[in-house]
C-alpha cells in the first residue's frame, strides 16, 4: 500500500491528536480564516456515518477491550486498590472521546473555572469567559430559553431518546426521603441552585437521538478546503529548529492502516504546533519531543529541550464507586443491549430507525443529585474531612463534593452474573485529593507509559467515597424498581451486622436508616478499594500554572521553554472540575481557539 494521505510539506497549523478539543479549535479558526492551512493528525480511524459513534446506547460497545475506537492505559498495581491495576480508557478515533463517550451532559461549578484564573494565575480562564464559551456550542433543546444554556450551537442536548422508568422513581422519591433536597428541572445552571437538588440528566443527544461529538457536528458537516483531519496518521514529536517548533513526525498507525509504509515521516507548521492528544497521551508526545523532566528524558534516551518537571505530573481523574442493585424484572434498563441479546438489539434498531427513540438513543444514566453535605451532616465524614472540606468546599458554595446517579443496567461484563435486570448507584468525587503521574518509558510512540494513578492514596478520598456509597444506598432502596442488592459487588458486611444486605426490596419509605458500626465502614472502605474505578475523566497532566508551581503552560497554552508550541486539551485544567469533563474540553477547545484567533490578529 502506498501512503494512505496525500499530506503536503507544510501547513500553517498542525494539531497532534484529533479528538474533542483538537476538532473544535481547529475547525472553528478553519472558518474564521478561509486562507489558514490546517493539519489535524489522528492515530485512530475515522468515525464518520458509523452507526457505533451515532447511537448514543452504543457508547458501551467502544469499552471491549478489542474495541479499535478506544486506548487503554494500564496503571501500576497499588497498594491503595488492593494491589489492582487501574485501567483507563481513552477515545481514540477521529472525535476522540467525544466520539465514544457515555454522552452524560453535566456543567463543572462556576467556581471550578474561577479558580484557575485566581488561584493559578490565568487571566481570561475565569467563570465569566467560559460559561458564553459553554452557552456557543450547544442548542440546549430541552428549553433554548434557559439563560445559562445555549441556542445556535452545533451540539445539540436533549433528554435523550428514552427516560427510564427507575430513573424517575430516583427523582420523585430523593426530595421526598432528603427534605432538604428539593427537585429541579435544571442541575446545570451553575449556581447554588444545582446543588443538593435532584434532577434527571440532561445528555449530548438530539432529540431526533443522535449523539452529539464534535467529530459529526464541527467537522464531517462542512467541505472544508483549507482543513485536513487526517485519521491513521501517529504522532511521534514534535520538531525543533533552535527552540521553536516547526513540525512533527509522525508514522501510519500499524492498527488503522496495517499495511502502510512505517517510515517516520515530517510536516512542517509555519506558524504553530497544538499538541491535543488528551491528558493521557499529550505529556507522552510532549517527553518523546524532549520536553519534560530531566531524569524522565534521561532513561528513554531523548535530548532535552525544554525542562518542564511538570509535565505528565498531577494526573487526577474523578474515582467512581459503581454499586449494584437488583431491579424489578419489568423494568426498562439497558441490561440486554449490554448482553448483547439480539432480539432486543433488532427491535431498539429498528425503533431508532423509526424515529430516534428507544434504548439505543440514550445511555441510561438519567438521575442524579450533585451532592453537598450540610453543615450538621459534615460530622457524619469525620473530623479527618474536616480539614480538606475547609480547604477546597467550605467558601465555594456552589461546589458538590460527589454526583450521585441512579443507572439502568450494569454495565460490563455480566457473565459472573445471573441475566436479570439490574441497577446501580454511580457515585463520583468531583475534586479528589489524590495525584498520579504518567511518563514515557520508551521513545516508542506505541510502548506503554509509566502510569501510576494515585487513587485512594489521599485518605479523604476514601472517606467522602464511603459516605457517598451510604448515600446511595438508603436512596435506591426506597424505589419501587429495588430488588435489593447484587451481594458479592458490595462491601462484605461482617456475620451479625446491622448493615448486611439482601436480595430483597424495596423498604418503605420511613424505613429507619441503615447504622454502621466502625467494622461495616471497614466493610466499606475495603469494597472501595477492590472495586473503585475511573470516571473516564483524566485530566491535569500538562497543568496551565506558573512553571514555579510545576506548569506545563502559560494562561496562553504556551509550553514553558519553547516556541510556536501550544497544548490545548483536558490536560491542561491545574485542578479539577466538578463535573463529567466533556463539557470543560469543549470550553478548552472553544477557549483555544480564541487565544489562536488573536494571535493570528483575528476575532472569534
Ligand atoms: C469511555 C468514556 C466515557 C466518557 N463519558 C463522558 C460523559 O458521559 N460525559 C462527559 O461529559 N464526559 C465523558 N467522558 C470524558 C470526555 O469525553 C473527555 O474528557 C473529553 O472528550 C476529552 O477531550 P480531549 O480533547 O482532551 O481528548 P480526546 O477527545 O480523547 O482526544 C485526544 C485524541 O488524541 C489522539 N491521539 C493520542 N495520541 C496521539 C498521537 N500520538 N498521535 C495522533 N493522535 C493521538 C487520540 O486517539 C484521541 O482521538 C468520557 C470519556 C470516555 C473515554
Keep these: 500500500m502506498t501512503s494512505p494521505h496525500a499530506i503536503e510539506a507544510e501547513y500553517d497549523l498542525v494539531f497532534a ?40 446506547g452504543q457508547f458501551f460497545t467502544h469499552l471491549a477491550p478489542t474495541s479499535p475506537t478506544v486506548k487503554y492505559f494500564v496503571s501500576k498495581p497499588s497498594v491503595y486498590l488492593a494491589g489492582r491495576s487501574l485501567a483507563i480508557p481513552t477515545g481514540r478515533c477521529i472525535g476522540g472521546s467525544s466520539s465514544i463517550n457515555a454522552v452524560v451532559y453535566n456543567h463543572p461549578a462556576a467556581s471550578d473555572f474561577d479558580d484557575w484564573e485566581n488561584d493559578f494565575n490565568n487571566p481570561g480562564w475565569s467563570s465569566k469567559e467560559l460559561i458564553p464559551l459553554l452557552q456557543k456550542v450547544e442548542t440546549y433543546e430541552i428549553d433554548p430559553k434557559k439563560p445559562r444554556h445555549g441556542s445556535g450551537g452545533p451540539l445539540k442536548v436533549s433528554y435523550g431518546g428514552q427516560i427510564l422508568d427507575l430513573a424517575k422513581q430516583f427523582v420523585e422519591l430523593g426530595p421526598k426521603f432528603e427534605k432538604d433536597r428539593p427537585l429541579t428541572d435544571d442541575g446545570n445552571e451553575f449556581g447554588t441552585a444545582s446543588i443538593n437538588a435532584f434532577h434527571i440528566i440532561p445528555k449530548w443527544v438530539s432529540t431526533n437521538g443522535r449523539r452529539s461529538d464534535v467529530a459529526h457536528h464541527y467537522i464531517y458537516n462542512k ?19 533552535d527552540g521553536i517548533a516547526t513540525g512533527v513526525e509522525y508514522l501510519f498507525d500499524k492498527q488503522v492502516y496495517p499495511s502502510a509504509p512505517q517510515d517516520i515521516r515530517t510536516v512542517k507548521a509555519r506558524r504553530l504546533v497544538v499538541v491535543s492528544a488528551g491528558a493521557m497521551s499529550t505529556p507522552l508526545v510532549l517527553e518523546r519531543s524532549g520536553i519534560g523532566k530531566k531524569d524522565v528524558l534521561e532513561k528513554a534516551g531523548i535530548p532535552v529541550i525544554a525542562e518542564v518537571p511538570g509535565v505528565g505530573e498531577n494526573f487526577q481523574d474523578h474515582p467512581n464507586s459503581v454499586a449494584p442493585y437488583l431491579a424489578d424484572p419489568n423494568t426498562p434498563t439497558l441490561d440486554s443491549l449490554f448482553r448483547g441479546e439480539p432480539e432486543t438489539w433488532g427491535k431498539m434498531t429498528e425503533q431508532w430507525e423509526r424515529d430516534g427513540t428507544g434504548l439505543l438513543a440514550t445511555n441510561a444514566v438519567d438521575a442524579q443529585i450533585k451532592m453537598r453535605p450540610h453543615p450538621e451532616e459534615l460530622a457524619e465524614l469525620g473530623p ?26 450494569l454495565a460490563g461484563d455480566q457473565s459472573a452474573f445471573p441475566p436479570v435486570k439490574y441497577m446501580c448507584t454511580g457515585c463520583f468525587m468531583g475534586i479528589p485529593a489524590s495525584r498520579g503521574y504518567v511518563h514515557i518509558s520508551s521513545s516508542d510512540p506505541y510502548a506503554d507509559p509509566d502510569f501510576y494513578s494515585g487513587f485512594l492514596s489521599n485518605p479523604v478520598d476514601i472517606l467522602a467515597l464511603r459516605w457517598g456509597y451510604k448515600k446511595g444506598r438508603e436512596l435506591i432502596r426506597r424505589i419501587p424498581a429495588f430488588r435489593g442488592a447484587l451481594i458479592p459487588a458490595h462491601p462484605q458486611f461482617p456475620e451479625g451486622s446491622a448493615a448486611a444486605l439482601t436480595e ?55 509550553v514553558y521553554g519553547v516556541k510556536n508550541l501550544k497544548v490545548a486539551d483536558l490536560s491542561i485544567p491545574p485542578s479539577n472540575v466538578n463535573a463529567n469533563t466533556y463539557s470543560t474540553g469543549l470550553a478548552i477547545g472553544e477557549k483555544a481557539a480564541v487565544i489562536i484567533a488573536a494571535e493570528l490578529g483575528g476575532r472569534l
Design 17 to 56: 491528536g484529533g479528538g474533542t478539543v483538537a476538532c473544535v479549535c481547529a475547525s472553528r479558526l478553519a472558518t474564521a480564516f478561509p486562507d489558514l492551512k490546517i493539519l489535524v493528525l489522528e492515530c485512530g480511524p475515522t468515525t464518520k456515518d458509523n452507526k457505533q459513534h451515532i447511537q448514543p
Design 223 to 241: 467541505d472544508w478546503k483549507n482543513l485536513s483531519v487526517l485519521d491513521g496518521c501517529r504522532v511521534q514529536r514534535v520538531v525543533f529548529e
Design 384 to 409: 479527618d474531612f474536616a480539614k480538606y472540606w475547609k480547604e477546597v468546599f467550605a467558601n465555594k458554595p456552589d461546589k458538590p463534593l460527589f454526583w450521585l446517579c441512579a443507572l439502568g443496567g
Design 504 to 558: 430483597t426490596g424495596p423498604v418503605p419509605l420511613d424505613a429507619p436508616k441503615v447504622v454502621y458500626s466502625a467494622e461495616d465502614d471497614k466493610a466499606i472502605d475495603e469494597f472501595l478499594r477492590k472495586f473503585v474505578t475511573t470516571a473516564w475523566h483524566p485530566l491535569g497532566t500538562c497543568a496551565m500554572k506558573p512553571f514555579e508551581m510545576g506548569g506545563v503552560v502559560d494562561s496562553k497554552l504556551n
